[in-house]
């Protein structure tokens, strides 16, 4: 079987073998991951590589591989007797996380304020012009990567290794929860229109105004999922 055939395909002049069997991994891991976020493969379903393996086509042991890298992110429970599961959050998990997560956005917003770059802000900008762009098209799936990638750019502007370990763990095993919470016209302007006042308090350096506004971002994000849930 090729295991490029459905997923990559090597270019001409690549590196040897080891270099493509990481890329067939990374593209593996991407894939699966973008199916579990996109609810292809719902909490609960099991995993089951010959079928997987069939459809993606690919051999068992990179799949094999993929799926405990998921699992070490927490979007994937290797269950005794049953295998590898899609990980299931009750409600309560899923408010716990976005408790915690408000609280360290809203000291990431205020961190940022006071010691990121002017171009590392801009950086930021740019990352938000797409995804409105995203918006306007009505790709969710590429908006919803972005508006992720905005929140771990704010975080890292905080420059605090630790807030940014604990953030990005957690906002991995809500990937999933936090792109049902874009489901509906109404429900997506309302993140929009928030995400609209994020960076414009990003760039006023307005410390209290992003920290409010991360905090009213996580704590609407709840709101939009907890009926889902």
Request: net charge negative; hydrophobic share 40%.
């Amino acid at each position: 079987m090729d295991e490029t055939s459905s997923l990559q395909r090597r270019p001409e002049g690549s590196g040897p073998g080891p270099i493509r069997r990481t890329a067939l991994h990374d593209t593996l891991v991407n894939h699966l991951r973008d199916m579990i976020i996109e609810g292809d493969l719902e909490p609960g379903t099991r995993l089951h590589e010959g079928q997987l393996g069939e459809q993606l086509g690919v051999s068992r042991t990179p799949l094999r591989e993929a799926i405990k890298y998921l699992a070490s992110e927490g979007l994937v429970e290797l269950v005794p007797s049953r295998g590898a599961v899609v990980k299931r959050f009750s409600a309560k998990d899923v408010k716990d996380m976005l408790t915690v997560l408000r609280s360290l956005e809203e000291l990431a917003g205020k961190l940022a304020c006071e010691v990121a770059s002017d171009n590392d802000i801009a950086g930021v900008r740019t990352l938000h012009d797409e995804m409105i762009d995203c918006y306007k098209a009505g790709d969710r799936l590429r908006y919803y990567k972005l508006n992720q990638d905005i929140h771990s750019a704010i975080v890292k502007l905080s420059q605090n290794a630790s807030l940014a370990d604990i953030h990005i763990m957690l906002q991995t095993r809500l990937k999933r929860i936090r792109f049902i919470g874009h489901e509906g016209p109404e429900k997506w302007a309302s993140a929009v229109a928030e995400h609209e006042e994020m960076i414009s308090a990003l760039e006023a350096r307005d410390q209290s105004r992003l920290s409010e506004v991360l905090g009213r971002h996580l704590f609407n994000a709840w709101d939009r999922v907890r009926d889902t849930l």
